[in-house]
C-alpha cells in the first residue's frame, strides 16, 4: 500500500518538470530562432521482497533539433541560419550560441544583436563594419561584403555529438563540450533577409498541457484513495 505513495510522488515529480517545459515552450513560441525543450523518461524498477515496483525516472532535457520556419523581412541586418549550426555571440558573461540573427550596428561598426552583444567570426573577433559604408551583402556561407569589399564572415558552430546544451538566456544556449567550426557550407549556412521563428508548435504544445494536467489530476485521485484506505485500515486497528 506505501508503494503506491511513493510511485505516485514520483510520477507526480516528473509530470511537474514535464509542465514546466511545456509552459516555457508556450511562453517562447513567438521568440525567435527558439528551440523546444523536450524531455525523455526511463522506467526505474525496484524490488519489496518478491514485489517489483516501478517508478519513473526525474527525466531527461534535451533542446529539439528540428529547424523553425522561415520569415522572409528583405531586411539585410536580417539572417537566417541554414543547416544544424549556430552563431556566436560575445555576452559579458561568455560566449552563447543562437540561431537568432537579428541583428544591428553600433556606432563603432560592429554587428551586434538587439541587446548589443557583438557576433563573432570563425576566428572568435567581433566582426567589424564600416560605420559610414553602404549596404551590406552576405552570401550563403556568411561572407560579408560592403561596398564591393570582403569584410568578413560569420562564424557557423555545430554542436559535438553528444553535447549537453543549455539555455542561455531567450533563445541561446552554451554547451558542455567546445562547438567546433562548421566548413561544410553545402548544408549549412545563412539566408540574408530572413528570419527562423521559434520551432515550437503552440498546437501541439497546448495539447500536452491538457494532457499532463489530466495526467497529474489522475495520479492526484489515486494518491487520496490511498490516502483513505491507509486511514480506513487505521481506524479499523484501532477499533474505532
Known amino acids: 500500500m506505501q508503494s503506491n505513495i511513493y510511485v505516485g510522488i514520483s510520477a507526480q515529480l516528473a509530470l511537474q518538470r ?63 541560419v ?3 549550426v549556430w552563431l556566436a555571440v560575445q555576452t559579458p558573461t561568455g560566449i552563447v550560441y543562437t540561431r537568432d540573427g537579428r541583428m544591428q550596428m553600433n556606432k563603432d561598426g560592429v554587428l551586434t544583436n538587439l541587446s548589443g552583444d557583438p557576433y563573432l567570426d570563425a576566428g572568435g573577433s567581433p566582426i567589424q563594419l564600416d560605420p559610414q559604408g553602404g549596404r551590406i551583402a552576405i552570401n550563403k556561407a ?15 558552430y555545430s554542436m ?31 539566408m540574408q533577409g530572413y528570419i527562423e ?19 497529474f489530476d489522475a495520479v492526484s485521485n489515486v494518491l487520496r484513495e490511498t490516502e483513505s484506505s491507509l486511514q480506513d485500515s487505521l481506524k479499523t486497528l484501532a477499533g474505532s
Open 18 to 80: 514535464r509542465l514546466d517545459t511545456v509552459a516555457n515552450n508556450v511562453a517562447n513560441a513567438s521568440t525567435t530562432g527558439f528551440r523546444a525543450e523536450e524531455m525523455s523518461f526511463e522506467e526505474l524498477v525496484t524490488r519489496n521482497g518478491e514485489t517489483a515496483v516501478s517508478f519513473v525516472s526525474d527525466g531527461k532535457t534535451h533542446l529539439s533539433t528540428e529547424g523553425g520556419e522561415l520569415t522572409q523581412t528583405d531586411d539585410p541586418f536580417d539572417i537566417a
Open 160 to 190: 559535438p555529438p553528444g553535447a549537453k546544451l543549455s539555455r542561455a538566456g531567450g533563445a541561446s544556449v552554451v554547451s558542455d563540450q567546445p562547438p567546433v567550426p562548421e566548413i561544410d557550407f553545402l548544408n549549412n549556412g545563412v
Open 82 to 84: 541554414r543547416g544544424n
Open 197 to 215: 521563428k521559434s520551432n515550437v508548435n503552440p498546437i501541439l504544445e497546448m495539447t500536452h498541457l491538457t494532457t499532463l494536467q489530466r495526467s
Open 142 to 156: 556568411g561572407t560579408i561584403e560592403q561596398d564591393g569589399n570582403n569584410i568578413g564572415a560569420f562564424g557557423l
